[in-house]
């Protein structure tokens, strides 16, 4: 990352004292407190966070680093020594000078035991195996094995961790005590009990991170099942995420119910659009057609967490009306006509037009780079350029009252006046005293934010390009079918200024192509200006030339993005 | 390495010996037992084991055994096999079962019968048959779907019956 | 970009018809009240609590005494005056078998089924109130009779188990029970 002074970093957390404990016999120095996952408070460093410091993984279900810790599956027992003390307060050394551990006889939760200096953690021993192995009997006795028709199936902790650490083979021959299945939990939510392994995540979830405490445990021992309250669906926004935490089947989301195997999706990082937060999701796509969002862990913006808003925001990418052929109008006549012939077109069209009597409105749902272009072609024309701010009500966790994805980015690149949509007044008033003759549109339905089908039409040329069709589009002299984020790379720049890319995960739909590539074909001949070819190089060029991203680079940006100051 | 012919004595380069011999070997074959199938007015008939064409079974309910987990998509070699599940409604006619395949084709074209798909099955729902005579007038005609596979499979003796057992059980038990 | 905007998180297809709703085995308790000075008990139990939350099971004792079951209004008002959401009343209710769902007898027999009563026949007892009151004697948890008269169920120990069988008939204790005496305590509740 480069040393400019303008990227944020993350305020370094002052020091503190370090532990050395020794795990399966390698030494590592953990900090003697952490952050809790929940409130930020520091907190006791635990076994579990400190083997997961030296990457040996202990397996858990109840435990999640940004839950409260519950201590209730048992999965993570380990057993562990610390170092004997002699009467005098002062360690008992060995014959050859090493401090004497004492082992304790009994194991314990590495969840929820914190460190002390000197101690020994040991998670690969005959005992610890075996309690591991006793655990998931547990959890399997009351378990319907139904794997062919669980959702979970090949992301779920039980079938792993009994492959893992578990016994071949059941010795339960009783019958198995059997729980609600298929319950309408809420809206978006099915709950299966006989899955459940009561790890209470979704609890602790719901309660101490929405803070609506809408679920809980009834009824006793081998009956115990989830549930929420009687004709208290759970509804709240972020009702999905337990989806995500459940380590079996039991909640499953009803969006994605027996939609896909889970095998079968490519994993692709991206981000969600629905609002100016920015989560950073994983596209899960299957031979270009796009399934689900999951959430991508980001301290920095989502932590592990995204809204149900945005994550069932994905169906119009696979609206069966999507635009995709390019289009040419003249006069009444639309005719279908493709990029080679309509570029030199519109390129031809564009040149002739006089500078100042042109108006670029570019969304603020576009990435950066294509704002980026779109500012250079307005700028050629010293147009009149703005975005269409788009705003929604807010909640307290993530989703923001700005529901453009990008509209920093709208700023960072010159392209939406200050206040966003000050200057669409301005553009209908040039359209109807006949100054402004061409009209650029990209992604905003123009019709709707106060400029009229009847100021359109007295328009020389009008270019829309977007993903459906709309009033606008149906208008147009041009009309470039352009892709959604999932088809096409690119950057955003959420509300509070941090950088972000992501990847494609399916090809476009038809003649669609991403924005990028037609506006970099468009712009050398109407102004000259030839962009760089690949879009990192796109992206460093724009960095260098925007005050705010001075600095920042594609590489730099990595997975989780760099924090700029707005 | 040169391998030196042989040289040939006068008998052997006559040939008649040989073709003589010859029509002594045919000639026994006229009163052999033959060994030729007349093919396809007898019918081969085929053994135990035989891998033949794939087909989807039904259980004594009636049910369509596949629950569409599409362990046999994902295992299969020449990827035959596409399985369409049934989105989040499930199959109401599945019952506890839930979950069953909307569409299931198998393309007989591709088709290697390896029987890893019946090998991977958790539900005893698909099976290598004696079929072995695949033919079809069309490339569609050799991509079987769901309704043929189950005509074909017919129905399958299930021993166990792990969803009835189930929903007895949970009906039993009061829910 | 994205033309299409959710105001408000949709459901997936509603094709999950074959759903079950959410479990309710709580009763419906329509002329639910609580009245004033009972109020006024309550308000004042909870202020011994550091947190009200830890009043939560005096209050549903309180109510069990008084309506002989817990319905959902019980719940939802007992959440309300704990500052609760109802789940967490409705845990309690669903977790301590002393807490009845249904609404009960006039006469509520608890008959102690731990070792010393067991061994002394307490179950012959139980068995012996299920058949005169038309119960199901293999019946789980407690069971009313038709003419709403009549709550039969076992419990753990009563501690009197130097006296067993025992039984509980509402507030009166009962030792060493024979089925002459069962008899003779069922006459007494006419």
């Known amino acids: 990352m480069s040393t400019n002074a303008k990227i944020e970093t993350p305020p370094t957390p002052a020091p503190v004292e370090k532990i050395k404990v020794k795990v399966d016999g390698r030494e590592v120095e953990v900090p003697k407190t952490m952050p809790d996952g929940v409130t930020g408070k520091p907190v006791p460093t635990t076994m579990i966070q400190a083997c997961h410091a030296i990457k040996v993984e202990v397996p858990h279900y109840c435990y999640h680093p940004r839950l409260p810790v519950a201590g209730n599956c048992r999965m993570c027992l380990v057993e562990f020594g610390t170092p004997a003390m002699g009467p005098d307060r002062k360690p008992i050394l060995n014959p050859d000078g090493t401090a004497k551990i004492l082992k304790s006889p009994r194991p314990a939760i590495a969840c929820a035991t914190p460190i002390s200096p000197g101690m020994e953690i040991y998670t690969n021993t005959p005992n610890v195996r075996f309690m591991r192995e006793g655990i998931l009997e547990f959890l399997l006795i009351n378990h319907p094995l139904d794997c062919p028709i669980c959702d979970q199936a090949g992301e779920c902790k039980l079938q792993e961790y009994s492959v893992d650490h578990g016994q071949t083979s059941s010795r339960f021959a009783e019958i198995k005590v059997h729980k609600p299945k298929r319950v309408d939990l809420g809206p978006r939510i099915i709950l299966d009990d006989e899955r459940c392994i009561l790890c209470t995540r979704c609890i602790r979830f719901t309660r101490d991170v929405v803070g609506d405490d809408a679920l809980g445990i009834v009824n006793r021992g081998s009956y115990n099942t989830i549930t929420a309250y009687p004709g208290k669906p759970f509804d709240n926004n972020y009702s999905l995420n337990t989806v995500d935490l459940c380590p079996v089947g039991a909640l499953t989301s009803?969006?994605?119910?027996?939609?896909?195997?889970?095998?079968?999706?490519?994993?692709?990082?991206?981000?969600?659009?629905?609002?100016?937060?920015?989560?950073?999701?994983?596209?899960?796509?299957?031979?270009?057609?796009?399934?689900?969002?999951?959430?991508?862990?980001?301290?920095?913006?989502?932590?592990?967490?995204?809204?149900?808003?945005?994550?069932?925001?994905?169906?119009?990418?696979?609206?069966?009306?999507?635009?995709?052929?390019?289009?040419?109008?003249?006069?009444?006549?639309?005719?279908?006509?493709?990029?080679?012939?309509?570029?030199?077109?519109?390129?031809?069209?564009?040149?002739?037009?006089?500078?100042?009597?042109?108006?670029?409105?570019?969304?603020?749902?576009?990435?950066?780079?294509?704002?980026?272009?779109?500012?250079?072609?307005?700028?050629?024309?010293?147009?009149?350029?703005?975005?269409?701010?788009?705003?929604?009500?807010?909640?307290?966790?993530?989703?923001?009252?700005?529901?453009?994805?990008?509209?920093?980015?709208?700023?960072?690149?010159?392209?939406?006046?200050?206040?966003?949509?000050?200057?669409?007044?301005?553009?209908?008033?040039?359209?109807?005293?006949?100054?402004?003759?061409?009209?650029?549109?990209?992604?905003?339905?123009?019709?709707?934010?106060?400029?009229?089908?009847?100021?359109?039409?007295?328009?020389?040329?009008?270019?829309?390009?977007?993903?459906?069709?709309?009033?606008?589009?149906?208008?147009?002299?041009?009309?470039?079918?352009?892709?959604?984020?999932?088809?096409?790379?690119?950057?955003?720049?959420?509300?509070?200024?941090?950088?972000?890319?992501?990847?494609?995960?399916?090809?476009?739909?038809?003649?669609?192509?991403?924005?990028?590539?037609?506006?970099?074909?468009?712009?050398?001949?109407?102004?000259?200006?030839?962009?760089?070819r690949s879009l990192e190089g796109l992206f460093n060029q724009m960095a260098g030339e925007i005050p705010a991203l001075q600095g920042v680079t594609w590489a730099a940006l990595g997975d989780t993005g760099v924090r700029v100051q707005i | 390495m040169i391998v030196n012919r042989k040289k040939l004595n006068f008998l052997e380069r006559l040939y008649v010996p040989a073709v003589i011999g010859g029509f002594k070997i045919t000639i026994r074959h006229f009163f052999k037992k033959k060994v030729t199938m007349q093919y396809p007015e007898e019918k081969w008939v085929v053994p135990e084991g035989y891998r033949g064409a794939p087909y989807l079974v039904k259980d004594q309910q009636g049910r369509t055994k596949c629950v569409s987990c599409q362990l046999c998509e994902f295992v299969c070699p020449p990827k035959a096999i596409q399985i369409t599940p049934p989105g989040p409604g499930g199959l109401p006619e599945a019952g506890n079962v839930e979950k069953g395949p909307r569409e299931f084709e198998i393309n007989m074209l591709r088709c290697i019968f390896c029987g890893l798909c019946q090998e991977v099955c958790p539900e005893e729902a698909i099976f290598l048959m004696k079929d072995y005579s695949l033919n079809g007038k069309s490339r569609e005609e050799l991509i079987h779907n769901k309704e043929k596979l189950l005509a074909m499979g017919g129905v399958h003796n299930d021993k166990i019956q792990k969803w009835k057992t189930k929903a007895d059980e949970a009906r039993q038990q009061g829910l | 970009m994205n033309p299409q905007t959710i105001s408000t998180p949709q459901a997936a297809d509603a094709g999950t018809a074959s759903a079950i709703p959410i479990p309710n085995p709580l009763c419906e308790q329509p002329d639910f009240s609580v009245p004033a000075e009972m109020v006024a008990v309550l308000d004042e139990l909870i202020t011994h609590y550091p947190r009200k939350r830890s009043a939560s099971l005096m209050l549903l004792h309180a109510v069990e005494e008084r309506y002989g079951y817990v319905s959902r209004q019980a719940v939802e008002w007992i959440a309300a005056r704990l500052e609760l959401a109802p789940i967490n009343v409705y845990e309690l209710v669903t977790f301590y078998p002393m807490f009845h769902r249904q609404p009960t007898g006039r006469f509520h027999l608890r008959i102690c089924r731990t070792l010393s009563c067991a061994l002394r026949d307490s179950y012959k007892i139980h068995d012996h109130f299920c058949r005169k009151l038309g119960l199901d004697p293999h019946g789980h948890g407690a069971q009313t009779s038709k003419d709403g008269m009549f709550t039969v169920e076992f419990v753990e120990c009563l501690a009197s188990c130097g006296t067993a069988p025992v039984i509980q008939c509402n507030d009166t204790f009962h030792e060493e029970v024979t089925l002459e005496k069962a008899d003779k305590i069922l006459e007494g509740c006419k």
Request: aromatic share 6%; glycine share 8%; proline share 5%.
């Open chain 1, 254 to 532: 009803k969006d994605f119910r027996f939609q896909m195997r889970v095998w079968f999706l490519k994993e692709t990082k991206s981000l969600c659009t629905s609002c100016g937060t920015g989560c950073n999701v994983v596209v899960g796509s299957r031979e270009d057609r796009m399934f689900r969002y999951k959430p991508r862990e980001n301290d920095s913006v989502n932590a592990t967490w995204m809204c149900d808003h945005g994550r069932l925001n994905y169906r119009w990418i696979h609206n069966p009306e999507r635009l995709v052929q390019v289009t040419v109008r003249n006069g009444a006549a639309a005719t279908v006509s493709d990029w080679k012939s309509a570029m030199p077109q519109l390129a031809a069209r564009l040149k002739s037009a006089a500078p100042g009597t042109v108006a670029v409105i570019g969304s603020a749902r576009q990435t950066t780079e294509e704002l980026f272009l779109l500012a250079k072609l307005a700028r050629h024309f010293q147009a009149v350029t703005d975005s269409v701010p788009r705003t929604g009500p807010a909640d307290h966790l993530l989703l923001n009252a700005d529901r453009n994805p990008n509209s920093t980015g709208a700023v960072f690149t010159g392209l939406a006046a200050t206040p966003m949509g000050s200057n669409l007044g301005k553009i209908a008033e040039g359209i109807r005293s006949g100054r402004i003759k061409t009209l650029i549109v990209f992604g905003e339905d123009v019709t709707r934010h106060g400029i009229g089908a009847d100021l359109l039409a007295r328009l020389d040329l009008l270019v829309a390009s977007d993903i459906l069709p709309n009033a606008t589009t149906k208008l147009a002299h041009f009309v470039l079918p352009g892709c959604a984020h999932v088809e096409k790379r690119g950057t955003f720049v959420n509300v509070k200024g941090h950088v972000q890319k992501f990847m494609k995960a399916i090809e476009p739909k038809g003649d669609a192509r991403a924005e990028v590539e037609f506006l970099k074909e468009l712009l050398p001949t109407v102004t000259g200006w030839t962009a760089p």
